[in-house]
């Protein structure tokens, strides 16, 4: 598993990005999740997806603006992220784990493969 963030850059509030996380080792099987860290806050879940299909939202973080999907034949899971704000702003990071059960999806800990982060910045 190689994962590659990207989409992020700088937005007004109540802008779109569309994140992409991509496994370039071309890996099945495995559930990717979504975190963000701001500026001097902690690291926290924002949606994770489990193989082969279940969605998961952290709905403080996404309430109702973002949404995940898969695409298996490019190997990539997209974070579409609507109505942007100035509190979304932060590094986005994906993640990649084998044999994650649904509650675990929020759990950094659960999640072996880690890509290098993409910023998103929300200028209002």
């Known amino acids: 598993v190689q994962l590659q963030a990207s989409g992020g850059g700088l937005v007004q509030a109540g802008g779109s990005l569309r994140l992409a996380c991509e496994d370039l080792?071309?890996?099945?099987?495995?559930?990717v999740g979504w975190f963000r860290q701001a500026p001097g806050k902690e690291r926290e879940f924002v949606a994770g997806?489990?193989?082969?299909?279940?969605?998961?939202y952290n709905a403080d973080v996404v309430k109702g603006r973002f949404s995940l999907s898969r695409d298996s034949a490019k190997n990539t899971v997209y974070l579409q992220m609507n109505s942007l704000q100035t509190e979304d702003t932060a590094v986005y990071y994906c993640?990649?784990?084998?044999?994650?059960?649904?509650?675990?999806?929020?759990?950094?800990?659960?999640?072996?493969?880690w890509g290098q982060g993409t910023l998103v910045t929300v200028s209002s």
């Open positions: 997806i489990r193989w082969p299909g279940s969605i998961k």
């Open positions: 993640a990649a784990g084998r044999s994650l059960i649904f509650s675990s999806l929020p759990r950094a800990g659960a999640y072996e493969h």
């Open positions: 080792g071309r890996s099945s099987g495995y559930s």
